[in-house]
């Protein structure tokens, strides 16, 4: 069983940065592709990011492509979303997900694992 447990939401004024870490547990983190979903009020869930088990891959939402990077440290069982220039409509829970399979993928039933959230909150 894999665990996930997401950290680094908070608020932040329009126009900065915040990066979002997940740590797993378990053994298959380093064969396992992540992902990163959000969800805000009244809204269903969508995909953000995703990386492939080796960080050598990666896939973006379009309204997160160019001010969003998302990466992995195998060693640390670790998964990251560094987010710049957010904005309001940036604000909603933001999932950690994992995935049985090592490549990228942007649908949320693909997913295995998820994490329980981390609220991040954008002041315009």
């Known amino acids: 069983q894999v ?7 908070g608020l932040v004024q329009a ?4 990066r979002l870490s ?3 547990s378990g053994r298959t983190f380093s064969t396992s592709a992540m ?7 009244g809204k269903e ?4 990011a995703t990386i492939n088990w080796s ?3 990666t896939y973006y939402a379009e309204f997160v492509k160019g001010r ?8 640390k069982n670790t998964v990251y979303l560094q987010m710049n220039n957010l904005s309001a ?22 997913y295995d694992y998820w994490g329980q959230g981390t609220q991040v909150t954008v002041s315009s």
Request: proline share 2%; with cysteine.
């Open 89 to 110: 409509e940036d604000t909603a829970v933001y999932f950690c997900a994992g995935r049985k399979w090592r490549s990228t993928s942007a649908g949320g039933n693909e």
């Open 3 to 9: 665990q996930l447990v997401e950290s680094g939401g």
């Open 35 to 41: 992902g990163w979903f959000r969800q805000a009020p």
């Open 15 to 18: 126009g900065g940065s915040l």
């Open 22 to 24: 997940c740590a797993a």
């Open 68 to 75: 969003s990077t998302i990466s992995r440290d195998n060693a």
């Open 55 to 57: 960080g050598g891959n």
């Open 45 to 48: 869930r969508e995909f953000v």
